[in-house]
């Protein structure tokens, strides 16, 4: 691949996340940032990650083979403006937004469909800016591009391999099919994990029973709640229709529930809670797609030095490869828990009979 000139304008989480992976990946890549923040920049050059940084949008852009549009989606807009004045012909212009209709509508008035893919990462993380931006954000996340039907198809395939690059996987869908889905698997949730949050508040009582027991289960379910309230007040605000169609439906949903609960519905509850678990650890167990299964096991040990390393020693010994470990830090388990994932799935049998031999409690979770 031939040297790159990637523009950012705004370098927040996934702005500075993709410039991350640039720099890791294709090191000899030439990163010029703009952002309203100027201790941003200034982190971004002392990071070595940005080449050039800029206080406007101005002609230090129009060497870019790619420009990412990475600022706040309501500043995207006047930021389009600035862009096409200075976007050279054979530069394509992308977005990293998480609804796509409405940045396709302003590409599209532009007229720029024939230098526009959408983009948009399906990774983050509650917090937010660059500084906690880093290259692994991206590795084996779905980023989901939307191309015009004016983009060469020569384009979308560079695009494609240079998200592959970044350690992603590329899926090609239109704008209005993301809107839905994302609707669906990640608009809607944050506003669920919201209200539940906001439940818990409002019904807690004075002494804060609920806050201080809450557990793992609420946790996993609520984390996203801790996500920046200015993006997902503008997601809200430009992916309406869809969320509002899918909330609908789960408020209805909801209220089912509720009229089986006061009527005692045995069956109905268990095929609620059944069909539920069934189809979700499907998404755990399924070995189809780009997205493998992972191979994991969980263990249970003592809070105390060297826990850790013991049972990464006696792995080692045995030549089993680890792909990934770490404390999985859920308070609903008695003491440590740490969770252990292999390359291959023969790996779990035989680490289970070598941990269990010395001791050790297992918890497969393939």
Known sequence: MKQLTCGFIGLGLIGGSIARALREKLPDTIIIAYDINADTLIAAKEANIANITTSAIDESFRACDYIFLCAPVQKNDDNLAAV??????????????????DIHHAIDEAGLNAQFIGGHPMAGSERVGFINSKAVLLENAYYILTPTAEIPATKVQAYKELVQTLGAIPLILSCKQHDYVTAAVSHLPHIIAASLVNLVHDHDSAE?????IAAGGFKDITRIASSSAVM????????????????????????ATREQLEGHDDSALYELFDSARIYRDS?????SGPIKASYSITIDIADEPGALASIATILALNSISIKNIGIVHNREF???ILRIEFYEEESIERSKSILSSKGYTIHERK
């Open 84 to 101: 096409k004045a200075i976007l050279s012909p054979d530069c394509l212009l992308t977005d990293v937004g998480s609804v796509k209709s």
């Open 208 to 212: 804060g029973i609920m806050k201080m």
């Open 232 to 255: 997902w007040q503008q997601i809200c605000l430009t992916n309406t229709d869809n969320i509002s169609a899918l909330l609908t439906a789960y408020i209805d949903s909801l209220s």
């Open 283 to 287: 998404f755990i167990n399924a070995a």
């Open 334 to 336: 008695e003491g440590g």
